[in-house]
């Protein structure tokens, strides 16, 4: 009996060796064998990981400071900014009040033993780490691949300065150069095809509904709205695009970040941090 396990990422494989060997399996060089079961671990890493966990440890490192509001972003990079800001606060106790940008915000920040706020009693926020989908050379941003835009918006809005977290894929001249799913925009669901209809006509490119991939019918955001992912060809002047797409009823928020920010951490896949900062 042979079983095959091909890993996403290195934290996944290293919990599931942990466990093989916890149920006294034995470790053979690339193999996992008990008996006659035999058990092949092929490893596929996630080739950005080092650079994401690069890029957090840095923007962290040179911006969190003690007794600070600080806003929690989403994401896969944020998970390692958490991580280091929890280990920063066990060895300095520095005082934090962190508030969410989603759910998993939310449980991140519960789950690192961090104090969890909200914009109801911390609407002044000190600072905000975020990702980002794509980053031109403006540093305009694509957000909301996750599908937290929205609150993430806000967030980024209420804070003093947003500092954005993400591997070299994600640095580009010209918008929509590797991301290709197009700009994210929040909607309410009564509405959807009515904006669809309308930014097919005063934009072009194609508004598609972001089905989901786990249960029947649309992604939901946690805001109880659906997403429409407007793919797009060629350059735009990306404060018109947000006008005329805000400009549309039933919209309620873009994933186009416009002037929010003026700092990017890029890490590379070797473990350096690139820093792209917003030209004046």
């Not at 990422?9 to 008996?35: A, D, E, H, I, V």
Request: aromatic residues 6%; glycine residues 8%.
């Amino acid at each position: 009996m042979q079983l095959n396990l091909v890993t996403k990422t290195t934290f996944y494989s290293r919990k599931l060796l942990r466990t093989f060997l916890s149920q006294g399996f034995s470790l053979s060089k690339s193999n996992l064998t008990l008996g006659h079961f035999h058990t092949s671990l092929p490893v596929m890493a996630d080739t950005s990981e080092a650079g994401k966990i690069a890029a957090a440890n840095k923007a962290v490192d040179e911006n969190i400071k003690d007794g600070q509001v600080v806003g929690i972003g989403s994401g896969t990079t944020i998970v390692f900014a958490v991580k280091r800001i929890a280990e920063r606060n066990k060895v300095e106790n520095l005082n934090l009040i962190c508030i969410p940008t989603s759910f998993q915000a939310r449980q991140l920040i519960n789950d690192h033993g961090l104090t969890l706020g909200s914009l109801e009693t911390s609407p002044d926020i000190d600072v905000a780490i975020d990702g980002a989908d794509e980053v031109d050379s403006d540093i305009n941003l694509i957000k909301g691949g996750g599908g937290c835009l929205m609150q993430e918006k806000i967030i980024a809005s209420c804070a003093k300065e947003l500092f954005i977290i993400a591997d070299t894929r994600k640095n580009s001249e010209v918008l929509g150069t590797s991301w290709k799913k197009g700009i994210p925009i929040e909607v309410l669901p009564m509405a959807y095809r009515p904006v669809q209809l309308k930014i097919a006509q005063l934009l072009g490119g194609k508004p598609l509904l972001r089905m989901a991939s786990q249960k029947a019918g649309p992604v939901v955001t946690d805001n109880g709205n659906f997403l429409i992912d407007w793919q797009f060809e060629g350059k735009h002047d990306w404060y018109d695009v947000d006008r005329i797409l805000h400009n549309v009823p039933g919209v309620i928020e873009t994933g186009l970040f416009l002037n929010m920010t003026k700092t990017v951490y890029f890490g590379t896949p070797d473990g350096q941090v690139i820093i792209k900062s917003k030209k004046n």
